[in-house]
């Protein structure tokens, strides 16, 4: 069975005490909620927590041997080390505690111009060093009105992820992000979101095999809130999100957490 996952970015966001009170807040709801999803037979979806590189070392001390609650680092250099000024190594991610990283977020792509050779190398750093990388890929607007979001999506997972051997894409995780639904308020419809899920599962299938396809986790990273998240979670070949300026809010966050819960 795939895993459902539900990771939280942060993005450039909170000083440290804002931080600290809204892991603690999030941490009282899941105590809360554990036991009596436990007595129902159920249990929470893994959660995925990434916040800014200054305050990984204090999340994961709060959720040390914390069961179903892990913490990545929302980038990392492609080089191991070096004189890199202001860059920050996967080894060193990984040595604070930190079990994941986002690779080329939508922001990272436009904003720092980003590429796919780059994006790989990225990577690569990432599963040398023991980390599951979370691999974003999606379209911007022009390209879905020009029916060219397919495309976009299959080059950008072929050039920057699709050179694992099976063993090692099995230690990823995809997130699709429509771009044209990043911090818009606009978000692709549970249909749209289905379609272009499966899409990715099929291209997976046919790359590498059925079996790993069916395995993979691929999450919806676009405007997903806390009032459509469930609609968005029903789809079959949506496994969880990747979600933005709602994990910054602990109520909000929760209720997309629980959303997830009675996916089967």
């Known amino acids: 069975m795939r895993k459902k996952i539900v990771a939280g970015n942060w993005k450039m966001n909170l000083g440290l005490e804002e931080a600290k009170a809204l892991v603690s807040e999030l941490k009282v709801k899941i105590d809360h909620q554990k036991d009596s999803l436990q007595s129902h037979g159920q249990k929470l979806p893994e959660v995925v927590l ?3 590189f200054p305050y990984i070392t204090r999340v994961v001390d709060i959720f040390t041997t914390y069961e179903g609650v892990s913490v990545g680092a929302q980038n990392c250099h492609h080089e191991e080390e070096g ?8 080894r060193m991610i990984k040595t604070v ?18 590429d796919d050779q780059l994006l790989a190398a990225k990577t690569k750093q990432a599963l040398k060093n023991g980390l599951t990388p ?19 999506v299959a080059d950008q997972l072929q050039k920057g992820l699709f050179w694992m051997d099976d ?20 978000t692709a419809s549970p249909g749209q979101a289905q379609e272009m899920h499966a899409y990715i599962r099929k291209l997976i299938a046919d790359s590498y ?11 919806y990273g676009g405007s997903c809130n806390a009032k459509n998240a469930a609609d968005l979670f029903s789809n079959p070949d949506v496994d969880g999100g990747l979600i933005g300026g709602a994990s910054l809010k602990p109520a909000d ?11 089967g």
């Open 134 to 152: 979370v691999f974003c890929c999606g379209e911007v607007l022009p390209d879905r009105e020009n029916n060219q979001h397919f495309q976009v």
């Open 253 to 263: 966050f929760f209720e997309i957490i629980l959303a997830l819960v009675n996916k």
């Open 97 to 114: 505690g930190a079990s994941h990283v986002i690779i080329g977020h939508s922001e990272r792509r436009s904003q720092f111009r980003e």
């Open 167 to 186: 063993q090692q894409l099995a230690h990823a995780v995809i997130a699709y992000e429509p771009v044209w639904a990043i911090g818009t308020g606009k």
């Open 50 to 52: 990434f916040p800014a």
């Open 83 to 90: 004189a890199f000024t202001g860059e920050v190594a996967a």
């Open 209 to 219: 095999n059925q079996e790993l396809a069916d395995k993979m986790s691929i999450l």
